[in-house]
């Protein structure tokens, strides 16, 4: 099976802190992505990249940033947490559309 | 702006009947579609994709896709509540990268 795994569960992280979230996966995907999720905001989309060391903005990048150093780890990185950055977190990796996403456990991180 | 459009329900279904949830897209050119389940507190789990117009059925599953109307459906036969879930519709678009995801639909089924 396809793993993706995300390092933390549960984060709680003060306002203004540097955060890391770091993602996974073992089936050499190209393309890996973060989203964030709200109640009635549906999925959102971050970052992705298709590919080492790119990257490629989605519709919320502010605040936001990536690292893809190796084909398999895909970090997103909020630079200074805010406490509107209190979200649940969603990597997913795919070797592209046509074969749909695996997604990640997930990391609710609060922002306080 | 390119979209895929689902009724956020809930879809209440008493416990053995059949749920039909649907969704619409905006990009005639969109080649595969997909189905993910999403219990609360957890991440999407993909169930079902389909490419082709017609139906496609993987045991109480089925999707059913058009696309003349732009429209792909997922039929759950004899509903449990185990199914109650919101459920994701995702379609790709334009770019080989990327799926457009619905907001969701709530099912619920009453025991």
């Known amino acids: 099976d396809v793993k993706v795994t995300q390092s933390s569960r549960y984060l709680v992280k003060r306002t203004g802190e540097k955060v890391f979230l770091e993602c996974v996966q073992d089936?050499?995907?190209?393309?890996m992505f973060w989203y964030r999720q709200d109640p009635g905001l549906g999925l959102r989309l971050i970052y992705f990249?298709?590919?080492?060391?790119?990257?490629e903005k989605g519709d919320i990048p502010e605040g936001y940033s990536v690292s893809r150093e190796k084909k398999e780890r895909f970090s997103l990185i909020l630079e200074s947490a805010s406490t509107n950055q209190t979200s649940m977190y969603l990597c997913?990796?795919?070797?592209?559309?046509?074969?749909?996403?695996?997604f990640g456990s997930g990391t609710r991180l609060t922002v306080v | 702006q390119k979209e895929v459009e689902q009724n956020s329900g809930p879809l209440s279904v008493p416990e053995g009947a059949i749920a039909s949830l649907n969704c619409t897209y905006s990009?005639?050119?969109?080649?595969?579609f997909f189905w993910y389940r999403q219990y609360s507190g957890k991440s999407p789990e993909l169930i079902m994709f389909?490419?082709?117009?017609g139906d496609k059925e993987d045991g109480r599953f089925t999707a059913q896709l058009n696309k003349a109307s732009q429209y792909v459906s997922l039929l759950i036969r004899d509903s449990q509540p185990s199914d109650s879930a919101t459920y994701l519709c995702?379609?790709?678009?334009?770019?080989?990268?990327?799926?457009?995801f619905g907001s969701g639909t709530r099912l619920l089924v009453r025991p």
């Open positions: 997913a990796s795919s070797f592209g559309a046509n074969y749909g996403y695996t």
């Open positions: 089936m050499d995907h190209e393309n």
């Open positions: 990249s298709y590919d080492v060391k790119m990257k």
């Open positions: 990009d005639r050119g969109s080649q595969s």
């Open positions: 389909i490419y082709s117009n």
């Open positions: 995702a379609v790709t678009m334009d770019s080989s990268y990327k799926l457009i």
